[in-house]
Structures are given as structure tokens and as C-alpha cells.
């Protein structure tokens, strides 16, 4: 099966700039998070998504972070304005229930 | 809340030797508990877990057994390879929700 797809890979913005950040997840998978990855930290939660619907928005910086998961498929993760400190890496997952979860490979963020 | 917590690393092994990276976690109720591993320019990928108490979870040659008396789950390869250089993950789950220790990375050398 074809995994959890994420892009773009990398992204150099300035700050005050922003960001978006797209996953595709795995075909039939109704559960999508999205998680923050610092460096030389674990990942944490930011949004879970059960279908189209957010059901753990908890830890999302709802300043300046939004996300949609419209038709429950795919979903797009944005920050707006990105500040330094957001600096990390972006991860989707998904998974047929709470666990186990599907990763893709993440999308860098360097804010300068 | 509940949390996890790892053993510090980098963990650095010749090849052959044995592993052990140490996790803890804290919880209420009854997590399942798991492993994962990051390979370098990867996500996180499934390496192995339990669901409960006493349950031994296994994959590639690694180990970690649920120990309810001690709230661990301790990560455990007999001969580690250069390939199994990687940063790994301990996490928990419980209600739905995920939670990831600090990662501990592994560097084996040839």
C-alpha cells in the first residue's frame, strides 16, 4: 500500500511569511494527526482528525495555525504569520484507529 | 498527565553488542504501550508494541515486555547491526490520545 504522503519536503520562509504544508494519508485510513517535531524532541500532537472532523485541537496554536481535512482525504496544515520559534519538522500520520500510525517523512520548516 | 520517559542518549555500541534503552512511563489506567523507529530522512515507523500487562512485543530482533509493576518497557536487541542506527521512540497510548518520549539516538559502529 502506498504510504502517508507529505509536501513539501523542505520550506525556507522569513518570518511574518506563510506556510502551508499538505498529506495525502493511506487510502481508507480515518484517522489524521498532525504532529510538531522539534529538534532532539518527540513528536507532539497538534490537531487530530476522526473523518473531516477535528476532534483534538488541544495544542494547536489556534493564533496562528489552522488546518482543514476537507471530504475527511487530505489535509493542509498552515501557519500564518510563521514566527522563528516554529522552526521544526511537520509530521502526518494516519492510521484505521488510535494506533498503530502511519507516518510520512515529514515536511522541514526553517523560518529565518 | 501521562508521559513517557527515555533514557538519554546518543547510545553508542559496536556492532554485536547488546541494547538496552530504557523507558518509563506514567499513566493511568492501562496504555498500550509501544516502540518506533526513525530512520535518518524518515518518519517514524511501527517497530514493535503491547496491550497489556506481561505482553512481549517483538520485531527485527528487538524486544520490550509490558511491565505494569514497573512501568516499563524497556527496549532490547542481542546483537545489534549498523542499520539498526536510528533514533527510537517510546510512546504510550491511552483515551485516544499518543504520547512520545524524547527519542534516544542509537549509533552503532562498525
Known amino acids: 500500500e502506498a504510504g502517508v504522503v507529505q509536501s513539501p519536503r523542505y520550506k525556507i520562509i522569513e518570518k511574518k511569511q506563510p506556510v502551508a504544508f499538505w498529506c495525502n494519508p493511506i487510502s481508507g485510513h480515518n484517522t489524521l494527526y498532525w504532529y510538531r517535531q522539534n529538534l532532539g524532541q518527540g513528536p507532539e500532537l497538534l490537531i487530530r482528525y476522526e473523518n473531516e472532523e477535528a476532534v483534538d485541537d488541544s495544542q494547536l496554536p489556534k493564533d496562528r495555525f489552522s488546518a482543514e481535512r476537507l471530504k475527511g482525504v487530505d489535509s493542509t496544515l498552515k501557519i500564518q504569520p510563521a514566527e522563528l520559534g516554529d522552526s521544526a519538522v511537520y509530521l502526518c500520520?494516519?492510521?484505521?484507529?488510535?494506533?498503530?500510525?502511519?507516518f510520512g517523512n515529514g515536511t522541514r520548516l526553517t523560518v529565518t | 498527565g501521562d508521559s513517557v520517559t527515555q533514557m538519554e542518549g546518543p547510545v553508542t555500541l559496536s556492532e554485536e553488542a547488546f541494547l538496552t534503552i530504557n523507558c518509563t512511563y506514567t499513566a493511568t489506567g492501562y496504555p498500550s504501550l509501544f516502540w518506533y523507529v526513525q530512520y535518518p530522512g524518515e518518519g517514524l515507523q511501527l517497530l514493535l508494541k503491547a496491550t497489556k500487562a506481561d505482553d512481549k512485543g517483538s520485531n527485527k530482533g528487538f524486544e520490550a515486555t509490558y511491565r505494569k509493576e514497573t512501568t516499563s518497557f524497556h527496549l532490547e536487541k542481542g546483537s545489534v547491526q549498523v542499520s539498526d542506527s536510528a533514533v527510537y521512540f517510546c510512546a504510550l497510548s491511552r483515551d485516544d490520545k499518543i504520547i512520545f518520549g524524547k527519542g534516544t539516538r542509537l549509533h552503532i559502529l562498525p
Open positions: 500520520a494516519s492510521s484505521p484507529g488510535v494506533s498503530p500510525l502511519h
